[in-house]
């Protein structure tokens, strides 16, 4: 079986944004893997590049921006 291509969809610094859409795609099955998270976390300064970016399967992404959509309006 291929390994899924992941892309991004969303990327937010605000991390009341970022619990809030973990949480939504908790929720609905998906899994998804946050992108510099780790690194804001461990520096606590924020992220040195760039912001934390939630990540899914290709495959999930249409579903995943759904779920999210209005997130950071």
Known sequence: MAKSKFVTILATGDR???ATAKSL???AGIEYYVKGEDVQSLIGLGAI???PEIQVAE???EDA???LEGLEK
């Open 49 to 51: 590049d760039g912001v």
């Open 65 to 67: 921006k759904k779920i």
């Open 16 to 18: 009341a944004s970022m």
């Open 59 to 61: 495959e999930d992404a």
């Open 25 to 27: 795609l908790e929720s």
